[in-house]
């Protein structure tokens, strides 16, 4: 494969671009574009995105999330990451309780959500099929991912990691950014916290993903989301806000 475009690219912005612009993969690009047409009925008058779809948050981030890749009727239809689906729901909710997030939802691109400190991404930037990319395809997506945290590697300090995959995905990248990861490689786990020295100490905590298989069984509550994002929110620095709220 020829030079990958996210080694050409100098800032975040010209970064979130040059993702949107991206047919790397043809099963991706043939799939995020077909829901695109035919669309659920639900937004049967909506315009999908069916792009791939950048980062989200400020370009100076102290705390990073890492998830999976867009949903097709979530992400895929709005362009932004955890918008209009109910893994996003649950996300910003948590987020907002612990002032990370200036609302808690998120239904479109321009519904004035703003993240505070915090940058959401993700290691593939496209809807897969059934919710799960290919290795190759995770592999093409990867250099966006290791860019992007250069980039941000002056000002991040932690990062929650949603799921096993995403876990998986991105120990390489930050191995590769400077980060020394320890081998065996640290297992993921609801709650597991590490922390990696190399380019400063950058705290990584495990999440278990807010899909619904996992939200509406119970395997992730509210309640413990919010104690991942406060525990990784500390880590980063940032600073408690009035809108911080308890488990009551």
Known sequence: M???RADEVTSIADLDSAVAECR???RLVA?????ARTKRAAFADETYWGRPVPGFGPTDAALGIVGLAPAAHGANRTGRMFTGDRSGDFLFEAMHAVGLASQPWAQHADDGLELIGTRITAPVRCAPPANKPTPSERDNCRPWLARELELLSPTLRAIVVLGAFGWQALLPVLADA???VTRPRPRFGHGAHVVLPGRGDLHLFG???PSQQNTFTGRLTP????????DAKAAAGLKPRHCDAGDS
């Open 223 to 230: 309640a413990m989301m919010r104690d991942v994002l406060r």
């Open 2 to 4: 020829s030079t990958h």
């Open 178 to 180: 400077g980060w020394q």
């Open 31 to 35: 799939w995020r574009e077909e829901v």
């Open 24 to 26: 790397y993969c043809p």
């Open 207 to 209: 999440c278990f993903h």
